[in-house]
């Protein structure tokens, strides 16, 4: 999937040239309406009894023709933009239709429990070098998607909601990255997958002394419609409170509940496609889970050759999340991107989510610019047509996470070729270099004590096993080899903590890694 580019009573009394154009703009639609979040479950559940009807999606021929450097020329003018004239502590910005983004999307108003829609209006965008001009365009041309601010900071977005249901926040670093979703349907399956869209965004006006930002959206797309409510807080890290209310017209085969979208070109575990020359590429480095039984686990993204699926089972987790755990810049070079600022995006369920499966789906990617890891919930229960399913959860972006693990966690894998150097190697191996800090393995290395690496593998034979002290990073490095059990390419499963071998108790939590062998003709051996 192409990655979407965040870059940035007495009306007749009142005197129209005084108004703001986009207050005239929003008053051109006609009276409020009542509006409240129970009304929109109303309006998604009648939507989902009828057949689903796409929008349009023809653009006038010359917002369609628009190209990258012409739709980055688009620019939002600050002074229209919502609540510009209010006392709140934020403003809400408007995205163009064009480029990648050819479906009008509806914008409203919420003032008090009632909701005006906004008009869109040629004076609110400055259209620069794009070649457009504004007083050719229709009036319901509509938009593309909304950005949020801080008035004191109006250059700068916090959060932005663009392109079918993707949105995006950032914490204190400004630094956009992965993607959230609305809804995954049908990712990773032998068919195209679906991607519903927000129709309908409800802006709610904050109180003057508020630190949220309220938004509603209107979920729809062939085989699911739902109602979304997302409280939105900015700071260290951002909080998103969701509530979401899904009503299936039809059967779905997967469903993924909080879906986050990150990329992950190569690092130092995955190199498959390291011809760039910076050392690392990728918005996430790994897969955390904090399960209902409260274990954690660690699973390293990766670069597949082929498209890869795994499932993790669990009952009423307690979190997921992709983290961008690497925040060294030496170790991405990137001077423009900045890799190692990029949000991590935990996921925290609000109430018992019941039986159900963290999904994990890694797609081949040549590059940077396209998207190629899904992570969300999937509920065990068959999700039918008729029924109506309610999630509530948290989102956290930025650095510092709300939840992590209080024994060591891993802060780096490494893979490279096997064997022992000087010596004839009599089969290839792979060397895998796991490094973890934290928790009580500062005290146990700056003693030199002996701690004992449980590795397991499904498949093959594991070699040369140890682990043993890294005063660079106060922790220890567990190092082994792994021969392929034949010429195959299949999938083996890998699982590894650190256990104090006095007390059998757990010192880390647990990684886990999925490795295919590469075919023979690559096993170079040196």
């Known amino acids: 999937m192409q990655r979407r580019s965040f870059l940035h009573g007495g009306l007749a009394a009142l005197c129209a040239a005084a108004l703001p154009t986009s207050v005239l703009a929003a008053l051109r639609m006609g009276a409020p309406a009542p509006f409240d979040f129970a009304a929109l479950k109303g309006r998604a559940r009648a939507l989902a009894g009828q057949a689903y009807t796409a929008r349009p999606a023809a653009l006038p021929?010359?917002?369609?023709?628009?190209?990258?450097?012409?739709?980055?020329?688009?620019?939002?003018?600050?002074?229209?933009?919502?609540?510009?004239?209010?006392?709140?502590?934020?403003?809400?910005?408007?995205?163009?239709?064009?480029?990648?983004?050819?479906?009008?999307?509806?914008?409203?108003?919420?003032?008090?429990?009632?909701?005006?829609?906004?008009?869109?209006d040629p004076a609110m965008f400055d259209y620069g070098a794009s070649g457009l001009d504004g007083a050719t365009l229709p009036t319901d041309l509509g938009f593309a998607g909304f950005r949020l601010n801080r008035r004191s900071d109006p250059k700068r977005d916090f959060a932005a909601f663009l392109g079918a249901s993707y949105f995006r926040a950032v914490g204190a670093s400004g630094q956009y990255g992965l993607s959230a979703r609305g809804l995954a349907v049908d990712t990773g399956l032998p068919r195209p997958e679906e991607f519903p869209d927000f129709t309908d965004f409800w802006l709610e006006r904050p109180a003057p002394d508020s630190d949220t930002v309220v938004v509603y959206a209107l979920l729809d797309s062939p085989s699911v419609a739902g109602a979304y409510r997302f409280a939105i807080t900015p700071g260290e890290p951002l909080v998103m409170e969701v509530d979401c209310a899904l009503y299936p017209r039809t059967a779905i085969e997967r469903l993924g509940i909080a879906p986050a979208t990150s990329m992950y070109q190569t690092g130092e575990n995955d190199r498959r496609m390291a011809w760039d020359w910076r050392p690392e590429i990728h918005d996430s480095d790994g897969l955390a889970l904090h399960t209902g039984s409260g274990e954690w686990l660690w699973r390293p993204l990766g670069n597949p050759r082929a498209l890869r699926f795994n499932a993790f089972a669990d009952d009423n987790p307690r979190g997921f999340g992709l983290l961008q755990r690497d925040r060294n810049f030496d170790h991405y070079q990137d001077d423009g991107v900045f890799y190692e600022r990029r949000p991590s995006l935990w996921v925290e369920p609000r109430a018992g989510w019941g039986r159900g499966e963290v999904q994990l789906v890694e797609i081949p990617t040549v590059d940077e610019t396209f998207d190629n890891v899904v992570a969300f919930w999937h509920p065990a229960q068959p999700i039918e047509p008729g029924r109506?399913?309610?999630?509530?959860?948290?989102?956290?972006?930025?650095?510092?996470?709300?939840?992590?693990?209080?024994?060591?966690?891993?802060?780096?894998?490494?893979?490279?070729?096997?064997?022992?150097?000087?010596?004839?190697?009599?089969?290839?191996?792979?060397?895998?270099?796991?490094?973890?800090?934290?928790?009580?393995?500062?005290?146990?290395?700056?003693?030199?004590?002996?701690?004992?690496?449980?590795?397991?593998?499904?498949?093959?034979?594991?070699?040369?096993?140890?682990?043993?002290?890294?005063?660079?990073?106060?922790?220890?490095?567990?190092?082994?080899?792994?021969?392929?059990?034949?010429?195959?390419?299949?999938?083996?499963?890998?699982?590894?903590?650190?256990?104090?071998?006095?007390?059998?108790?757990?010192l880390s939590e647990t990684w886990l890694y999925q490795w295919n062998p590469p075919p023979p003709d690559a096993r170079q051996v040196y």
């Not at 948290?394 to 022992?420: K, S, V």
């Not at 490094?435 to 594991?462: C, I, K, S, Y």
Request: contains cysteine; aromatic residues 12%.
């Open 388 to 506: 109506e399913l309610l999630f509530g959860y948290r989102l956290f972006w930025g650095e510092a996470m709300p939840a992590r693990p209080p024994l060591a966690t891993c802060i780096a894998t490494r893979t490279g070729l096997g064997g022992r150097i000087g010596f004839a190697r009599k089969a290839w191996s792979q060397r895998f270099a796991v490094d973890f800090a934290g928790g009580a393995l500062a005290a146990l290395a700056g003693r030199n004590a002996t701690v004992e690496p449980v590795l397991q593998t499904t498949a093959g034979q594991l070699e040369t096993v140890s682990a043993r002290p890294l005063h660079a990073v106060e922790g220890y490095r567990v190092m082994f080899d792994i021969v392929p059990p034949g010429p195959g390419t299949e999938q083996l499963d890998l699982r590894l903590f650190l256990r104090d071998p006095s007390t059998g108790a757990a």
């Open 61 to 120: 021929q010359a917002v369609a023709a628009l190209d990258w450097d012409a739709y980055q020329a688009l620019q939002f003018r600050q002074d229209h933009a919502l609540w510009h004239e209010d006392d709140t502590r934020y403003l809400a910005q408007f995205f163009h239709l064009g480029l990648f983004f050819k479906r009008p999307v509806r914008m409203h108003a919420l003032t008090d429990g009632r909701a005006r829609e906004i008009a869109y």
